[in-house]
RNA sequence: GCGGAAUUGGUGAAGUGGUUAACACGGUAGAUUGUGGCUCUAUUAUGCGUGGGUUCGACUCCCACAUUUCGCC
């Protein structure tokens, strides 16, 4: 049975959205922020320490798991939720950021993408109709459409030419997709041109799909302005009754600023690669672990966290295993950020019922940042 | 006791009689947004075992001493 979604309220002051999913039986809450695990694991957590943080969907990736192990091992064991033993949704990426980030421009084409294999340097091709097929059999939830993800920079004409490939592929995505219970979501480019961003989601929409992604963010150093600016212009042109997700956005003041311009899913690597990095999110900014001063804090990373390292371990103990890169480190940060970002969520949802979005923007900003929003 | 070799930062070390002593690791900071547990950036010895001497100028040459190490008795 497919996932449901239903959009439960709307903000009067902007365009945040309050929605729930229902998926086997269980209720989620939107705006939601996915954790990523992208080799059918959120790294170094078990799925019961995502599901004890009430964890909602979690990413995985068709490009890694086409390579390694291959989509029939995963179908073979009964799909992916029985193989990485999670019970809760999950989306699959189409592989079209490994265009952006493996391939060269002129090796994609009007047919398909030749990558390197980054394991092996093999040549490989991929297709839209090869990344449904691999997506079906993974057996997800979500999948997306297989896309390009140019550059947010990159000049108006390429960003043409390239959404009208990336629409075309869209529609031969949907053509062979045949898996009944997964949702699948067309993705909106455009760089943060408004004509752009217009005429890729109206034309996207007119294919008809279960949700919409806005991609092409957050890739190229771009200005917080033009990421923004891409948000907005691309759910103005999106149906209320849908869901729409934030491809790759996860710094906390751009998902506040996300769900303002009504967004409702965000995921991102960033919660547990800080973490493997030794950085921790807390209310008043970002922590590196790792710094001298923390070595005798024997104190959690925030006080008042109620997660599992800050529940039971010190700053100076949490320090002392990512200096001495023990994995255990990594995995009680990152625990620690996703349990946060769980948190910011929950926050972005209750302000949005008590009609305080924009205020929790400006007072989260002041206390993370350490900056005033200065209003324009 | 005699003879040889060595002594450069937290570590391993390169180096030349002449501006700011290479490089690597480590340390200290920073970066990281649809994940290659990768990586990148900045910074880190006012000093070359100690004391003399030669020289316009010594970490580099000479002498003594100390320490380490190898060989011989």
Not at 18 to 46: D, H, R
Not at 176 to 188: A, E, Y
Request: charged content about 25%; overall charge neutral.
């Amino acid at each position: 049975m497919k996932l449901q979604f239903k959009l439960e309220e709307t903000d009067k002051k902007t365009r945040a959205r309050l929605g729930t999913i229902t998926y086997q039986g269980k209720t989620y809450e939107t705006p939601m922020f996915m954790p990523v695990g992208t080799n059918a694991t959120v790294k170094t957590l078990a799925p019961e320490e995502l599901k004890a943080m009430h964890s909602g969907i979690i990413l995985a990736n068709t490009y890694h798991l086409w390579l390694r192990p291959g989509e029939d091992i995963v179908s073979a064991a009964g799909g992916l939720h029985k193989f990485m033993n999670y019970d809760g949704p999950i989306l699959t990426d189409s592989g079209g950021f490994q265009v952006f980030s493996l391939a060269k421009p002129k090796d994609i084409t009007e047919e398909g993408v030749y990558f390197k294999n980054h394991l092996n340097g093999d040549k490989l091709f991929l297709t839209p109709e090869k990344s449904i097929a691999i997506q079906n059999k993974l057996d997800s939830d979500i999948a997306m459409s297989f896309d390009e993800c140019p550059p947010a920079t990159a000049d108006h004409a390429y960003l043409k030419q390239s959404i009208e490939r990336t629409i075309r592929w869209a529609e031969r995505g949907k053509k062979v997709h045949s898996n009944p219970n997964q949702m699948l979501f067309g993705i909106v480019q455009g760089g943060p041109h408004y004509d752009l961003r217009k005429y890729s989601a109206l034309e996207t929409v007119k294919l008809d799909f279960d949700g919409y992604s806005i991609g092409g963010v957050a890739n190229d150093h771009e200005s917080k302005e033009d990421m923004y600016k891409a948000f907005a212009y691309s759910t103005e042109f999106l149906p209320e009754d849908k869901l729409r997700y934030a491809m790759g956005i996860g710094e906390p003041i751009d998902i506040i600023e996300g769900v303002i311009r009504g967004i409702d899913l965000f995921d991102c690597v960033s919660p547990t690669r800080l973490a493997r990095h030794g950085h921790a999110h807390t209310w008043h900014g970002n922590i590196n672990v790792k710094n001298n001063k923390y070595k005798d804090m024997f104190k959690p990373i925030e006080e008042g966290c109620n997660c599992y390292a800050c529940k039971h371990y010190t700053l100076a103990y949490i320090r002392h295993l990512i200096v001495a890169k023990e994995t255990f480190g990594a995995r009680l940060l990152s625990i620690h950020n996703i349990n946060f970002l769980y948190r910011l969520m929950a926050e972005i949802r209750k302000n949005i019922k008590n009609n305080t979005l924009l205020e929790f923007r400006d007072q989260f900003q002041e206390d993370f940042y350490g900056v005033k929003n200065e209003k324009n």
